[in-house]
Structures are given as C-alpha cells and as structure tokens.
C-alpha cells in the first residue's frame, strides 16, 4: 500500500482546486470606498430590510426607497418635521383650473454626482421610463394618471394627468417621482444594483459600493446642492441582516452604530435597557387592520361588522403584544396626519364595549355564538402577530359573542387569496406618500380597492372623486373626513393600530431625533459620529 | 494498476452518464415543487398593496400564467443554454449569485471541513487509542452531544458566549462593514482576495468572521468523524501487522500514530464526501445564522419570496455539488487504493 504519498498528492490537488476555484470565480464589480477614506465619523447602520433594485425605475418597497433617498432628489421632497412636499429640484409647482396640469419651475445650477447638469430633459426622461420599463415592481402604478410630460424651455416641466389629482406633488415626492441623469439611464431598462459608476443622482451621496444582501456603501456627493439638509456625516455603510437577533447582537458588540428597523418588540424592550445604546421613538404611519368580507358570512352582515368593532382589544394589543411601541388607531389615516378623525372612536367608542356589542347584534336578531375565522400571515407581519390575534381571539371569545377560529397561512399563499377565500384577515400598510388620501382610495374606492372584499359604497366613491379634484385643502380635508366617518359606519376594515418610528443607535450616533417623524423616511445625512 | 485501469475508466463513464439523468430528475422535481407550492413571486411582492388586476397583469408580463407544461420547456431550454434567469425579486442574474455568494459558502464549508476532520481525527484517534477509559467515554460524548445538537443552537451560543459575553469575536458577517467597505473583491473569497491584496488587516478581520461560523459548523459535522475514527482506530490495533509491528519492539506510540492511524483514515475519505451533502445543509442554517452571505442565507431569502428562478438555480447548484463531490471521492478512493475494484 503507498498510501502515504497518495494522500500527499490527494492534499496538494485538493488545495490546488480550492485556488481554482477561487480564481475562477468572477468578480464583483466593486469600486472602493475611496483609497485613504477616513471611516472614523462613517455611520454604520443595520437593516433587515432588502433592497430589490436601486434604479427607481424598478423598485416599489421601502428597504429600496431607503436607499434611494440617499442617492437621488424630487422635485418636491418631504424635508424633516413637515409633512407637505417642499421644493428640492424644483422652486415650485403649481396647477391649472382643473388640477389636471401641473406645472413645476426647475431649479437652476444643480449637478448630478458625475458632473451632469440638470435640465428638464432629466425629469421628463425620468417620469417617461418608468412609465416605458414598467417593471413588474408596479412602481409605475404610482404614476399611472401621468398621460405626458412636456418640457417648457430647460428650466420648466408640465405633467398632464388623465383626470384631477390633487395629491400630484405628493406623487412627485415618492419613488416613482426620483430624478435620474438622462444621459446615463437607458429610458428602456433599469440598470443593474452593482453598476456603481452610472447609478448616479443629485442626492446627498454616492453609491459606492454595492454587494447584493450585504451591504451598500455610500459617500457623500461632492455635487449635492444641500436642498434637504447638509451632510453631516463622512459616509455611510448599511449591513443587511436576514435576521433581527443577528442584528441585535452586532449592534450591542459594536460592530453597527445603529440600526433601523426592525426589530421584534421583545428586542427592543431588551435593547432600551441595553447599556451605551437607545432607543429612539416617534410617530409612525404604518397601521394594522382587519378586513372583514362584505360579502361572505357572517361579516356580510353588518351588525355582526359592527359588534366586532366594539369589541377590538386596541389597547390590549398595543400594550400586551407590542410593549408600548405601537399605539391605538381609530381610523384609517392614522394620527397625526391632516385630516385624521378618530372615526371609529366617535361611532363605537375609544374602548371596547361588550354591552353594545351584544345590543348591535341583539337588534339585528344575529344567533351568538358567531362563529368566525380570522386569518394571520406568521411571515409578513412580523412575529408579534401570532400574539395579536391571540390577543384579539381572548376579547371576541370573552365576550362570549364570538367563537373565534384562528387560522394562518403563509404570505406568499396569503397574500395571493385575501378576500377572494377569506372573511376577516389580517393586513398591514404603509403608505405610498405620508397624506389621508393614500389611506382612503386604496381601501374604500370601489375600483382602488385591493383586498376583494367587495366593498362598494357609491356615496363613498363620490367622496373620494370630491377629495381627488378638490382644489383648496380645506375642500380636500372635508372629504377625508367625510370619508372616515363612512367608513366606520360601514366597518369593512377595522383599524386598530399604528406603528411608531422607532430607531436604535449607540451613543456614538447624534441627531437621531431629527429625522423620526411622520414621513418615516431615514435621513442618514442629517446624523453625525463622534 | 494494469488490471485496474479499464475497470476504472468504464465505471467512471458509467457515473459520468448517470450524472445526466440524475440531474435531469432534479430539475423537474425542483420546478414541478416550486409550482405546486401556492402562490408567486409577483404576489409575495405585490400582495397587501397592489390591487388584483395589476398583480393579475404583472404575472402575466412574467408568463406565471402560461400553462406549467410551457414554462418547464421554457425553463429547461434555458438550463440547456447554460442560462439560469434572473430573479424576479432583486433582478439579479443567478449565475452571479451562484458565483458570488457560492464563493461566499464555498469558504465557509471549506474551513468548516477543515475543523471537522481535524477535531474529529484529534478525538476519535485518542478515544480508540485509550478505549473504554475516561478518555474515550468523554470523547465519545463530545461526539454524540456536537452531531445531536442543532447548528443554529450552537451558533447562537457561541455568538452568546464569544461574541457577547466574552467579546472575543464578531457575530455576524463575513468580515466588517468598513472591511468590506475597503476591500477589493476579485474571488469574492475573502480570506483569498485579502492574501491577494496582501492586505493583512483585512485578513486578520476576515479570519476572526470566520471562526464562529466555521467552527460551529466544523464541530457539529466533526461528531461523525470522532465515531468514524475511533470505530477504525480500534478495528486496526487488532489487525495482525500491528500485532506484528508490536512483536517486532516498534514504540507503542510510532504503532498507533504510524501504523494503525494512517490506515483508519482511508475510509473517511468516503465519509467527508457523503458528509459534503450535510455540511451544505447545515450551511444553510449556519449562514442564516451568522449573517453569511453564502449560497444558504440566499436560499432562506429566496425562498420567502418565492423566487422561482432563484431557488431552482440554488438548489440545482447544491445538488450538482453533491454529486460532483461524490464522483471524485469515488476516484479519490481508487487513487488512494488500488485494491478497490470497481
């Protein structure tokens, strides 16, 4: 036997195919974060968010429009504190008599970071790719009463819309309204995540570095006109974690300076004690909900809509389930927003009521008992939702008006029934731009809304036109409110909570206040590292 | 060796052309599971906020609507062309995340090979050579207690342990964001491309991701080893030329390192391939684990989204590795023993 050389041999090949194999793998496209870049004041940030695409052209989700904010501008944004779009890109926009033509002056001097002027040719090309590329992202969607966009000399732009919008400038300050440089994006198709070099925008930094699910690296942009806000910080690195534990653990060894979002509610309750680290805490605009089917039983009832109504355990959930970290919602538009009407507070009271439960559904002649089947995703939603709706079940089942069954499924199969096969399920939403509007249409309209409930009210869709064309905001905050209070009284999505901007940061990290509010957007440009 | 080699070279074309049907099966299993599972990519991302109609004409753009018979021919005639897609999630074109993050697992599994082998020869070589003492009864307990514990579990105390507690090692990732941040990806390798730039921060960073991640997945596989070779170690000091070794006044210690540990190694050279198969798995769970953004973590992520293309691409790549891994450990054995008659 010549066993030993044989296993000499067996060695060297086997350390020989490992550096094969390292060779043969290719390379990243990868652009370092600049030879001799002080990482001392670079913020470190973790996430459990993903990013799908940074071209906006082809991403409609929040871990993506994160990103974006840091790269490009709107010709209106939502700056800090304030709600209402404020002009970045542009001086100004103003519209016609019908609301149908918007016309926005653009301002004059600005660069991309590659040294590009901007013109009106680099909105019209942005608006008109999104609409060309439709990507199945669906952030075309946003844009889809866009009919033109004509530019008057270089400094000026209309957008021609298909009927009154009188939310357009809120339109102009999400993701389907970013400004690319026409010279560098293809008007056909988006460019890739790792194309560094041509991902360019006028934002307060620079995409530097890009590994899929790992991380992004950004510098500032020495072109950025500082319309949102200077930059006060060297860089910015963000870490994608799959997990939230794994998070917390990098973020209490040191290895991120903070992280936004998302952690369990138990993690957070855990990291507000951590030492040398805290939480941050604000008002957000994510809400929960239930959907009840009109049009299967026993939620095709409306009394039996109505007792449950009386009977949501609001408080219950957000502080058994959630410790405090989400708060109770009475409406769709959550609080705080123009316009919000604590709705369902007014019809059926701020806390639960057992006794008028059981009158609404006594007058109606409804047999109790009712059974009923509420639906829950346990992977969308976060872990809390299985204790949510065990929440909700201990209410309903001690009212002994209800015998609740609760039942899951997960999001991939949930998301594609919702009302088509279920009758009460639980939804979450976060809104497309931080106004009333974007969480009335979507629900309530008998052509917007999305969750096959079959809600359809024609007093309802005549509101929400009102609303759409209404040309003052007094006239526009009328029909929200007006909006609202149908909306409780028919019940067919019940409200119970909004969410609160909540970030976590090591003592390292200052500002972090300055940027929780009700836009729930992370400007990672306005903190500092000492 | 002159009767040996046709008889090699026929079995070896015989598991070369097995490879082509097996793979083939594969294929078909992966892509007939992802459909049958409810639902699709376009409603994992749109769902909850898109209206139906605009998810109903997104799927269609994509072709999820075409009969199942239609896109498996679409599908295979893609593989044919050595193209694997590109997701529908992150529009990333599966064979760069084959590469890259392969590259990613590859090290990963590498130095968790490493650790198994060694703590497996290093336990099992001393319990079979001290059998039935304190020793081996603490040996063979270490064994059945690392291979029976769950990786996650084991990662995540010793993320508990060294990374917190102590505070010796980082958590997660497959080194720092600045290092990440600064370094130059030519293999996507780490620990290679910091020796390529020479870079010995970078490396020491590199090395200190990898020691929680490999050795947690090292220890948990090493289990087999430790009983592999303690088995062996014991079968050989009863062969009759370890008998004849010991006659001949040969030191107990050159018998036993020398003699019987050589020759207990030669059959787990079939374990660590047939092993390959495990570790992958476990890499799944280690790297979800640790942040690690090897071929696993990708998996779980896909998966959630129910990327198609994606997940067949992941799971065909695991499965090609296995196979391969299997083949050559074959001709390895063959190579090492030429008694070994096919």
Not at chain 1, 184 to 190: G, L, W
Not at chain 2, 51 to 68: C, E, F, M, W
Not at chain 2, 167 to 186: E, I
Request: glycine fraction near 8%; charge should be positive.
């Amino acid at each position: 036997m010549h066993v030993r050389p044989r296993l000499r041999h067996l060695a060297v090949l086997g350390l020989a195919g490992l550096v094969l194999a390292a060779v043969g793998v290719t390379a990243a496209q990868s652009k370092p974060f600049t030879s001799g870049h002080s990482t001392a004041s670079t913020i470190l940030d973790g996430t459990t968010d993903t990013v799908t695409n940074v071209d906006p052209a082809g991403n409609y989700d929040y871990g993506s429009g994160t990103v974006d904010i840091l790269i490009y501008q709107h010709l209106l944004d939502l700056n800090a504190g304030s709600t209402v779009p404020a002009p970045s890109l542009a001086t100004g926009c103003t519209h016609n008599a019908t609301v149908t033509v918007w016309t926005c002056a653009l301002k004059q001097g600005v660069k991309f970071s590659n040294g590009d002027p901007f013109t009106s040719d680099d909105v019209k090309w942005s608006f008109d790719r999104v609409n060309k590329i439709h990507d199945p992202s669906g952030i075309w969607g946003l844009i889809s009463n866009l009919k033109s966009v004509t530019t008057n000399g270089p400094y000026s732009v209309s957008f021609h819309l298909g009927t009154a919008q009188s939310t357009w400038p809120y339109i102009l300050a999400t993701g389907a309204g970013e400004i690319v440089d026409h010279k560098v994006y293809p008007a056909d198709k988006i460019l890739a995540n790792t194309d560094v070099t041509n991902l360019v925008g006028t934002g307060p930094y620079t995409l530097s570095k890009f590994t899929p699910g790992q991380s992004a690296v950004f510098t500032p942009n020495p072109n950025y006109n500082g319309a949102n806000g200077k930059v006060a910080n060297g860089g910015l690195i963000i870490t994608y974690y799959s997990k939230s534990s794994t998070m917390k653990l990098a973020l209490q060894k040191g290895e991120i300076d903070m992280a936004f979002r998302d952690f369990t509610p138990t993690e957070y309750t855990a990291l507000g004690k951590a030492s040398g680290i805290k939480v941050y805490k604000g008002k957000g605009v994510g809400i929960r909900y239930l959907v009840l089917n009109v049009k299967r039983a026993p939620t095709n009832n409306l009394a039996v809509r109505k007792a449950i109504a009386y009977l949501m355990p609001r408080q219950d959930i957000a502080s058994r389930v959630y410790h405090g970290q989400v708060v109770p919602l009475y409406s769709m538009p959550p609080a705080g927003l123009p316009g919000h009407l604590n709705a369902f507070g007014e019809v059926y009271g701020m806390a639960p009521s057992v006794a008028k439960a059981k009158a609404v559904l006594a007058a109606a002649h409804v047999k109790t008992p009712v059974p009923l089947t509420l639906w829950w995703t346990p992977s969308h939603y976060g872990d809390a939702s299985a204790d949510e709706f065990s929440e909700m079940q201990r209410a309903f089942n001690a009212s002994k008006l209800f015998k609740v069954t609760l039942k899951s499924a997960e999001w991939a199969t949930y998301s594609k029934t919702l009302g088509t096969q279920y009758g009460a399920f639980q939804l979450g939403w976060f809104p497309d731009y931080p106004d009333a509007e974007d969480y009335i249409t979507p629900f309530y309209g008998t052509k917007s809304n999305f969750t096959s409930n079959g809600y359809s009210n024609a007093k309802m869709d005549a509101v929400i036109k009102k609303e759409e064309a209404a040309k003052t905001p007094a006239a526009r905050i009328a029909a929200i409110k007006q909006a609202q209070m149908i909306a409780a009284q028919d019940a067919p999505i019940i409200p119970y909570w909004q969410n609160t901007m909540l970030v976590v940061g090591r003592s390292n990290i200052q500002n972090l206040p300055k940027t929780i509010d009700l836009d729930y957007l992370m400007r990672f440009w306005l903190l500092s590292k000492s | 060796m002159s009767q040996t080699g046709p008889s090699l070279k026929r079995y070896a074309i015989t598991r070369l052309a097995l490879v082509v049907p097996m793979v083939f099966i594969l294929l078909t299993l992966v892509f007939l599971l992802m459909r049958v599972a409810p639902g699709n990519p376009v409603s994992a991302s749109l769902g909850g906020h898109a209206p139906p109609a605009v998810i109903k004409a997104i799927s269609h753009q994509l072709g999820y609507d075409k009969p199942i018979y239609e896109q498996y021919g679409h599908y295979l005639g893609q593989i044919v062309r050595g193209n694997f897609g590109t997701t529908i999630s992150d529009r990333r074109s599966v064979g760069s995340i084959i590469l890259v993050n392969g590259a990613a697992t590859l090290e990963l599994t590498f130095f968790a090979m490493i650790i198994a082998i060694v703590v497996g020869m290093l336990v099992g070589l001393v319990s079979g050579r001290f059998r039935d003492s304190p020793i081996d009864a603490g040996g063979r307990l270490f064994g059945i207690v690392v291979y029976a514990t769950p990786v996650f579990f084991l990662g995540l105390l010793a993320q508990l342990v060294f990374g917190i507690w102590l505070g010796w090692l980082p958590t997660s990732d497959q080194a720092s964001p600045v290092t990440q941040a600064l370094m130059q990806t030519h293999t996507n390798i780490y620990f290679v491309d910091a020796i390529i730039d020479g870079n010995w921060t970078a490396l020491k960073d590199v090395v200190e991701h990898l020691v929680l991640p490999a050795t947690t997945l090292g220890i948990v596989y090493g289990g087999v080893f430790i009983r592999l070779i303690r088995v062996n170690v014991i079968r050989t000091l009863k062969e009759d030329y370890i008998e004849a070794a010991r006659a001949r006044g040969i030191n107990e210690r050159a018998v036993v390192y020398h003699h019987a540990f050589r020759n207990a190694l030669v059959p787990v050279i079939t374990v660590v391939g047939l092993q390959l198969a495990l570790l992958l798995g476990g890499a799944i769970l280690t790297e979800t684990t640790f942040n690690w953004p090897g071929l696993g973590h990708e998996l779980y992520v896909y998966l959630q989204n129910r990327d198609y293309a994606a997940v067949q691409g992941i799971v065909v790549v695991f499965a090609l590795v296995v196979v391969a891994a299997s083949i050559v450990i074959d001709f390895a054995n063959a190579f090492i023993d030429p008694r070994v008659r096919y």
